[in-house]
């Protein structure tokens, strides 16, 4: 990432994207230590929050026309990001982030996660509740940028695990100051 230009063609700006997936990875890992103990490697988390969003990457620099339509059809249209992934470009960045994961010969139980992160009919486990309200809750702090901010229907990924009330679970979680100010200092 920190080879590519900041801007690019599609209007995606890497550095906040970079903020973004760095907190997200950091919150994974939270989360995985407070609330999967024993049924998760928090590092496998981490490793999934880092690169959930890296398909993105690619959609901007190799198809920045197709990515910059599907972020427009987003805030057009008040849908996820990668709802207009799939109208704008025929797929979704997890698939193509799952294809790079499998490339660089990450272990299968990560390239599904990055893979399936917003398949609503992937099977359920640790790891992937844990990037889903990761990112949740990046998004509901509005930490960086995806490209794909919080909407107020949106509700908690997981709450057999994590609760339905955004507002507790982040009491419960604490503060997110030194993840935040760690991968502010990484990504400058």
Not at 8 to 26: E, K
């Amino acid at each position: 990432v920190g080879i590519l230009p900041r801007m690019n063609a599609a209007g995606f700006d890497i550095q906040r994207y970079l903020l973004h997936s760095l907190v997200v990875a950091g919150t994974a890992r939270q989360l995985a230590t407070q609330f999967a103990k024993g049924e998760v490697d928090p590092g496998d988390c981490y490793i999934a929050g880092l690169l959930h969003d890296c398909g993105k990457v690619v959609f901007a620099q190799f198809l920045a026309a197709e990515f910059r339509n599907a972020l427009v059809h987003s805030v057009e249209h008040a849908v996820p990001l990668h709802e207009g992934e799939k109208i704008a470009i025929g797929v979704d960045h997890g698939p193509v982030g799952a294809m790079l994961a499998k490339r660089w010969a990450f272990p299968e139980h990560l390239i599904d996660c990055i893979r399936d992160h917003h398949n609503p009919d992937a099977e359920p486990s640790a790891m992937m509740d844990c990037l889903r309200v990761a990112d949740q809750v990046v998004r509901y702090r509005e930490v960086g940028d995806s490209g794909n901010p919080w909407r107020e229907t949106e509700a908690i990924a997981a709450p057999a695990r994590f609760g339905e009330d955004m507002e507790a679970l982040l009491a419960q979680l604490g503060t997110l100051d030194k993840i935040i100010d760690d991968a502010m200092m990484f990504a400058q």
